[in-house]
Structure formats: structure tokens, C-alpha cells
């Protein structure tokens, strides 16, 4: 134990905690062997079970997992985030949070996930790598995937997907709609089982909705296409083809 500013760097091949034991095992133990042997000081603190545990089997590492959603949890509270049974809510250690913020039970948030200020986050929804923007509302039901990006007040509600793809300030997908690889403009209007069709079974291709657009229940919109600002998309269309604006 010694100041750490003065303690030499040392390379890969230097290091001497070996795994000669029954297990085939490099033991952190070891390492108060080899600094006495160095000429070094071991010395002994005080910490609780939770800080030095052992994780050998999938129940130890479940608990380790437990332990460390509790604190996930509390400094998510402690930072002013509602969560209304907090014991059923998984946060990672990367989730950003603005103020005032409600996330009701049962939501899994897993790496690379921000919610801006206001954002409601109703019950079952699945959320990764994904930004919700301020007053957003979304699920209960709803699964963000990589690279979704929610603006202000947008709504994504039941059984609603979203991949890789921006929606801009106002937009609304409510029901039972995939959207991936897409861009859509402020207060466009997703209607149920619309579909973004972005794969032709061989590359991914984009779809471009614009600003106050209304796409109509069971659309199909087959990818690569741009549907125009305002245009009205009626319910059931496949649409092949770009949609001029106001169309």
C-alpha cells in the first residue's frame, strides 16, 4: 500500500498472480502474496459482503445483479425519478434520467437509454439504445430498439416497434405499428398496423414521412419511399411509390 502516483507501471508479462490450482483460477488473494514478496505493505480494511462478493454460479451472479439494481433504483429516486414499484423496474449503469420523471412497474431499460424531463414510461415496455425526448409518452407495451430517437411529446403506445429510426416533436404511432429505419416529421400521425416494410429480403432501405402527415390504419409502406408533408395516406394502402406533398 503505497502512493499510487509512485507505484511503477507495469506490463502484462510482469504480472504474477497465476492460476497453478486445482481450479485453473487467477484468485485477487494471491495478489497479497506476491506485494509482501515485492517488499510492499498489505494492509487489511473493512468493507460490507456486497463490495467483495464471489460470483462462481448463475445464482451468485443473479444476486450480484440484485444488488446492484437496488442501487440503480435508489439513486434514480434520490435523483427525483418516480418509479412506482420500484422493485420491478431494471435500469443499466449508463441511464440518464431528467427531472421529473414516471416509469411505472415493469419496464426493462438496458444500455445506452436517455429520458428527457417529463417523459412518462408506462408499464411493460422494453427500451434500449434508445433517447426519449421531454413529455414523451410511451407504452404500456412498447419495445425500443437501437438508434430509436423520440422527440418532445411524442406518443408510442401499445405494441408499437420502433428501430433506428427519428420521430420529430408531436408524432403519434398508438397501436400496433412497426417503424424501422425511418424518419418522421413533427405532428405526423401513425395509424394501427402500419408497417415501414425496410427489408427486401436482401439490404434495408429508409422511409421519410413528413411534417403533418396522416398515414391511415393497415398502411404498408414499402421502403425505399418518401411519403410528403401533410399528405393522407388511406387506410390499407401499400404504398410503392412517393407520395408528392399535400397528396
Do not use: W
Request: proline share 3%; aromatic share 6%; hydrophobic share 40%.
Amino acid at each position: 500500500h503505497r502512493d499510487l502516483h509512485s507505484f511503477p507501471t507495469r506490463r502484462s508479462s510482469d504480472l504474477r498472480i497465476g492460476n497453478a490450482n486445482s481450479k485453473g483460477e487467477y484468485y485477487l488473494v494471491d495478489a497479497v502474496a506476491v506485494v509482501r514478496d515485492m517488499g510492499l505493505e498489505a494492509v487489511v480494511i473493512e468493507t460490507s459482503e456486497d463490495e467483495v462478493r464471489g460470483i462462481n454460479t448463475k445464482a451468485q451472479l443473479a444476486e450480484a445483479e440484485a444488488v446492484m439494481q437496488a442501487r440503480l433504483r435508489k439513486a434514480a429516486m434520490d435523483a427525483g425519478v418516480t418509479l412506482i414499484a420500484p422493485e420491478t423496474v431494471f435500469l443499466a449503469a449508463d441511464t440518464t434520467f431528467g427531472k421529473d420523471v414516471t416509469i411505472e412497474p415493469f419496464v426493462f431499460i438496458g444500455p445506452g437509454v436517455s429520458i428527457a424531463d417529463g417523459a412518462l414510461i408506462h408499464s411493460f415496455s422494453h427500451i434500449v439504445q434508445a433517447s426519449i425526448g421531454k413529455k414523451a409518452e410511451i407504452g404500456p407495451f412498447t419495445r425500443l430498439r437501437p438508434g430509436a430517437s423520440l422527440g418532445e411529446r411524442v406518443k408510442v403506445g401499445n405494441f408499437v416497434e420502433i428501430k433506428a429510426s427519428t420521430l420529430d416533436t408531436g408524432v403519434k404511432a398508438n397501436h400496433l405499428a412497426y417503424i424501422g429505419d425511418t424518419e418522421i416529421g413533427a405532428n405526423t400521425n401513425i395509424g394501427a398496423g402500419t408497417i415501414t416494410c425496410n427489408y427486401d429480403g436482401f439490404f434495408k432501405h429508409k422511409t421519410t414521412i413528413g411534417t403533418g402527415a396522416f398515414v391511415g390504419t393497415n398502411s404498408s409502406l414499402v421502403a425505399p419511399v418518401k411519403i410528403g408533408d401533410r399528405a393522407y395516406i388511406g387506410s390499407g394502402s401499400v404504398i410503392t411509390k412517393d407520395v408528392p406533398d399535400d397528396a
